[in-house]
């Protein structure tokens, strides 16, 4: 079992930045890769980033590509996502996610097994 809890969300104009973090508790944390996924109002939740059990690899969304960024602190059982230069279409609640059982990175929402209760993010113009 994992347990994942988000935190960072919040409101900000475009243009600004933001750090959601999501902190893991359970199965070793070292031992999974984790990712972020988002939903917008009236849309499927889609895909942002992923990073692998040692942080060596990351995937990203081409929309967020160059302006996030997601790190792990595996000492503190945490994954970052930095996010820069938002825009009103980021907003959605954010959802980390954790991978335990594929070996390698994917970013598909299926293949996730442990999800977090999500954080808003919401970008004014």
């Known amino acids: 079992q994992v347990q994942l809890v988000e935190s960072g969300g919040g409101l900000v104009q475009a243009g600004g930045s933001l750090r959601l973090s999501c902190a893991a508790s359970?199965?070793?944390?070292?031992?999974?890769?984790m990712g972020w996924f988002r939903q917008a109002p009236g849309k499927e939740r889609e895909f942002v980033a992923a990073i692998s059990w040692s942080g060596g690899n990351t995937y990203y969304a081409d929309s967020v590509k160059g302006r996030f960024t997601i790190s792990r602190d595996n000492a503190k059982n945490t994954v970052y996502l930095q996010m820069n230069s938002l825009k009103p279409e980021d907003t959605a609640v954010y959802y980390c996610?954790?991978?335990?059982?594929?070996?390698?990175?994917?970013?598909?929402?299926?293949?996730?097994?442990?999800w977090g209760q999500g954080t808003q993010v919401t970008v004014s113009s």
């Open positions: 359970g199965r070793t944390f070292s031992s999974y890769a």
């Open positions: 996610a954790a991978d335990v059982v594929t070996i390698v990175v994917v970013t598909t929402e299926g293949e996730y097994d442990y």
